[in-house]
């Protein structure tokens, strides 16, 4: 039996990147082997152990073949006497079919770490067809490391996009690797290796759309990156990706991908209200309340400080509209709901003096803000 450190531990170590989870293939070892050494079995398709101590994922040496379309047709092979050079040899890219052996020592028979080197993303060979998740897991590289993606390696994913490999699909799967590369440093890579390739249009065809107008494709990527650089979760993210989007649009793209509630009830915000908000500044005070009532602002503050920053994202000028649309939410916020509440009024009278009292906050604290006043609806006359 012999063990080595495979994939991203072993990539990322040569890159001086910080190693999060190490996986290890373990050459010329049974499942009973596995199991006598105290190993915990964890693999549903194919062997796959918990080391009893460290918890680290081994897996046994496997080969696989192609038996039916999409990401699930596969028939995995695990013996003693599959070699760690087979397993290596199924993966996708050469910067991740590297090993470490326990003495340190570089197994690397497709030359990844000169493909480190050289900062580029290169397929180990014709099986990467195969798995259509690999035209999503290169684009979601290339966002993370900024690599270039070889010629050859590109035409391919092209071919994939083309002869429909990427429509079988499962959306829970386009989702996690959709999220994910959302989440690297420069997410606008992804999408632009997507379109490039072609798969954007064939699995999120909403997006595509966005470059029937190309300045609404430059103004999504732009968001998207400036939500990146504040270090944004996800749903702030999509949402400023999806604010050029029409509505309709991005309650397609959230069926399509099963997208989370949250991400896809921001992302519809956005839609709906970003161009409000990017024009928080020109607002008067009625306005500025309908806004607040249409977006839950009242009852779910932080989701609208998200939804101001995802509709912000990238925009020149923006802290002042930012500044004015939060001192105006919290001014209305300060109004004691509860205290109107105990007037013995009507539900609808309550509802009536609520609102009167949060607009009046409102527009007592953008008169009281001299950078910004508000204007009346008069001085539109």
Known sequence: MKIYCVGGAVRDELLGLPVKDRDYVVVGATPEEMLQRGFKPVGKDFPVFLHPAT???????????????????????????????????????????????????LI???????????????????????????????????????????????????????????DALVAERVWQEFARGLMESQP???????????????????????????????DALRALDASARAGEALEVRIAALARSLDPLAVEALAERLKMPADSRDLALLAARYGNSIADAGELTPEELF????????????????????????????????????????????????AAIARSGATPAEIGRRVAEARLAAIRQTLEDWPHHPSRSREDDD
Request: aromatic letters at 6%; a negative charge.
């Open 290 to 337: 309908e806004l607040f009532e249409a977006t839950d602002g009242f009852r779910r503050p932080e989701r609208f400080h998200s939804l101001v920053r995802a509709a912000l994202a990238g925009e020149a000028g923006a802290e002042p509209a930012r500044v004015r649309l939060e001192r105006a939410l919290a001014a209305a916020a300060e109004v004691d709901a």
């Open 188 to 218: 606008s890579r992804m999408i632009g290796v997507l379109r490039e390739c072609g798969a954007l249009a064939r699995v999120m065809p909403e997006l595509e759309t966005l470059w029937e107008d190309p300045d609404a494709g430059r």
């Open 108 to 166: 690397d028979p497709f030359n990844g770490a000169s493909d480190l080197k050289a900062g580029v993303l290169r397929h180990v060979g014709p099986a990467f067809a195969e798995d259509p998740v690999r035209i999503l897991r290169v684009s979601r590289f290339a966002a993370r490391l900024g690599f270039r993606i070889a010629p050859e390696t590109l035409a391919l994913m092209r071919q994939m996009a083309e002869n429909g490999e990427a």
């Open 55 to 105: 918890h680290e994922e081994y897996a046994l040496a496997r080969t696989e073949r192609k038996i039916a379309r999409g990401y699930h047709g596969f028939e995995f092979h695990t013996a003693p006497d599959v070699t760690l050079e087979q397993d290596l040899a199924r993966r996708d890219l050469t910067i991740n079919a590297i090993a470490r052996d326990s003495q340190g020592k």
